[in-house]
């Protein structure tokens, strides 16, 4: 599903069936595993699948801009790059940046990673999350810094990077969603009041919007304050 954002005023009271702020542009049935979905700053959309990456074309209709014998575990876009992460027969782990004017590829390089490690894209830099341990690698491949957080027991469902600061958004495994500072090493906050969060992405004001599955397993979205893991928009659950 494709959102788009609206101008409605923001609710914060789950007594009210807020206006999300978000609202549905139409649905592009992929016809095979979908992994992972980033949007480019020109509105395109990306799909990660289990043979490549798919471009959802402005009529719903969907293109295919690299092939991979192996599944896109995450895709991510940041400026004019693409940049995948998946598993490889070795059993290794390969990023493979691409940039989106002619789908070339630009680096690709292959790391040893837990399995179900996320990827996010920030300027000229990845970051990997897969349990305590969060890297974040230039687009060649060269370490630039790594972090340790105990509050993260397990791989992550899903990490966003904020544009704004060092620091990434993690939904890990217990269904919590946590900040985290890379530079410092410390979780700034934690928030476990989301029954079923299932993914997370930022936008360039470091809002944080969450996609939560509701009783009747349909997702709604909210939105956090970057500062303090708090409510700005509560979803129905």
Not at 78 to 94: E, H
Not at 106 to 122: F, P, T
Not at 149 to 177: E, G, N, W, Y
Not at 189 to 208: G, H, M
Request: charged share 20%; hydrophobic share 35%.
């Amino acid at each position: 599903m494709i959102l788009e954002s609206t101008s409605q005023p923001v609710v914060t009271s789950l007594a009210v069936a807020p206006p999300t702020g978000l609202q549905p542009i139409r649905t592009v049935e992929i016809g095979e595993y979908c992994s992972s979905v980033a949007h480019g700053r020109g509105g395109e959309v990306y799909v990660g699948t289990n043979t490549g990456v798919k471009l959802i074309i402005d009529n719903g209709s969907l293109r295919n801009i690299t092939s991979m014998k192996t599944c896109v575990n995450s895709v991510c876009v940041s400026g004019n790059i693409i940049c995948t992460l998946g598993p490889k027969p070795s059993g290794l782990w390969s990023v493979t940046v691409y940039n989106n004017i002619n789908y070339q590829r630009i680096h690709s390089w292959e790391r040893e990673l837990h399995v179900g490690a996320k990827m996010a894209l920030r300027g000229d830099s990845v970051v990997i999350c897969e349990g305590k341990r969060v890297t974040e690698h230039s687009l060649d491949g060269r370490s630039k810094r790594r972090a340790l957080f105990q509050a993260i027991q397990c791989v992550p469902k899903s990490i966003s990077a904020m544009s704004q600061s060092d620091d990434v958004i993690v939904i890990d495994k217990q269904l919590r969603v946590h900040r985290l500072s890379i530079t410092t090493g410390c979780c700034v906050w934690t928030n476990d009041s989301l029954p079923k969060p299932i993914a997370v992405c930022c936008d360039e004001t470091n809002r944080v919007f969450i996609a939560v599955r509701g009783e009747d397993n349909r997702v709604n979205f909210t939105v956090l304050d970057s500062e303090r893991g708090k409510f700005i928009l509560c979803p129905l659950f």
